[in-house]
């Protein structure tokens, strides 16, 4: 599932955008402006839905300082101020989308699938494809070269999240956030077990190489 990541002050609201999302995303959540940067920075989402009035930073803060490190992360504003010179600043420094407060909880989670599909998170059939391998949704089926290949549930978005970030370096502190989560009573240390074990069900087709290791930082999936 993909990951979002909430940042709303009202925690009424907060709780009610919660529940909508929860039947098709993992969701974590912040209440205001300094929490919600700390969280949007771990670079570790699929997409924000960020509120502009917050306690402490506000949301054109966030996003600036967001797009000003280097993190992409589509943005999705939520908020009751709907002036057309807010929905002008709020894509101007960087969101994707605006909807205003109150909404619909259908648009929502349209307007998010849309914004999913615009960055190439989501597909209309929601399959990722790296060279000979093909993740076929949240059926958590892999097919390698034509061949079904069994992966524990945790195996497959750990190769989920490699295949959405080729070319990236990884830290294990984000993949261990993005694949077990923050409140986790595991350690960092299953990121490189589990690592090892996506490698022997790869190694069969010699894909275990495209896994590389960054001594001291992480992992890299090498670009198609």
Known sequence: MLRILVVEDNLTLL?????????????DSASNGDDGLYEAMQNIYDA??????????DGFEIIQQMRK???NTPVLFLTA?????????????????????????????ARLRALLR??????????????GIEL?????DILIQGNPVKLTIKQYELMEYMIQNRGTILTKEQIYDRVWGFDSETTIAIVEVFMHHLRK?????????????????????KEQ
């Open 15 to 27: 709780d009610t955008i919660i529940e909508i999302l929860s039947d098709e995303f993992k969701v």
């Open 48 to 57: 924000i839905v960020l509120d502009v009035m917050l306690p402490g930073m």
């Open 69 to 71: 490190e280097n993190v």
């Open 81 to 109: 101020r709907d002036a057309l010179e807010d929905r002008v600043k709020g894509l101007d420094y960087g969101g994707d989308d605006y909807l205003v407060k109150p909404f619909e909880a259908s648009e929502l989670k």
């Open 118 to 131: 615009r960055s190439g998170s989501l597909t209309l059939k929601q399959t990722l494809k790296y060279r």
């Open 136 to 140: 076929a949704g949240p059926e958590h």
């Open 201 to 221: 069900k790869l190694e069969p087709y010699q894909y275990h190489k495209d896994i590389k290791t960054i001594r001291g930082v992480g992992y890299m999936l």
